[in-house]
């Protein structure tokens, strides 16, 4: 027996909620894909077979709902006037507003295996499935990834 779908969210919004801020980058987009997320799943919640994953199947939902909101904010009419923007209060490891700033410097490709796999909690199969890539080639970005990561967020001095 499947559990409630409010466990469900308390249980797997956070590992959600990473991966749409590590995809999409801006923290509102994120936000908005989250809440996608969830809507599209309580609407699937009934039909869906008790024996599925339910952390990857709701990440591969955000992913979806991330590429939706890329679509419209492609589609959408650029602003003449610069709006304040505010940081966000959910989804980041911590408050540490700089290795977002060090997840979103990476390469497309490495983001997405970093975001899938280390923060969705994905295996590389799926990562790979997800990006339209081979499992070799997910391990490999995301440790280049991962390497880029320490390198840059290391101390001065600290053994790398």
Known sequence: M????????ARHGPAVMRVCRAVLLDAADAEDAWSETFLSA???????????????????VAQRRAIDVIRRRSRAPLPVESLPEWASTAGGPGADV????EVAALPEKQRLAVAYHYLGGLPH???????GSTP?????????????????LAPEGADR
Request: hydrophobic share 50%; glycine share 4%.
């Open 125 to 131: 199969a799926e990562t790979a499935e997800l990006t």
């Open 42 to 60: 309580l609407r699937a919640w009934p039909e869906l077979p008790a024996s599925t994953n339910v952390e990857a199947w709701l990440v591969r």
């Open 136 to 152: 070799a080639a997910v391990r490999r970005a995301a440790a280049d990834g991962v390497a880029t990561l320490r390198r840059t």
């Open 2 to 9: 499947r559990e409630p779908f409010e466990q469900a969210v």
């Open 98 to 101: 700089g290795l977002w700033a």
